[in-house]
């Protein structure tokens, strides 16, 4: 099985990692979601919102595993 979307050798910009299968993708095609105060994932339709950002990309599986995805709090270390 070969993914379709992979970053094109003529791509530039920066590039993310989504969250969930872990691929790398170009930040322009990657949804960014930040967490609101009570603990949930909302979209950051402009990419603008301060603090951590995750980047989940569009394939529908990906979408769908996010609904259930909880970011690890980090143990150490306080961001
Ligand atoms: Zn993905």
Not at 39 to 54: E, M
Not at 62 to 76: M, S, V, Y
Request: net charge positive; hydrophobic share 30%; with cysteine.
């Amino acid at each position: 099985m070969t993914k379709a979307r992979q970053i094109p050798d003529s791509a530039s910009g920066p590039v993310r990692m989504c969250v969930i299968c872990r691929q790398r993708f170009l930040k322009t095609d990657l949804l960014r979601y930040t967490l609101t105060p009570e603990g949930r994932l909302c979209p950051d339709a402009d990419k603008t919102h301060p603090g951590r950002g995750w980047y989940v990309c569009s394939d529908a599986a990906c979408q769908e595993k996010l609904a259930r995805f909880r970011p690890a709090k980090r143990r150490a270390g306080r961001n």
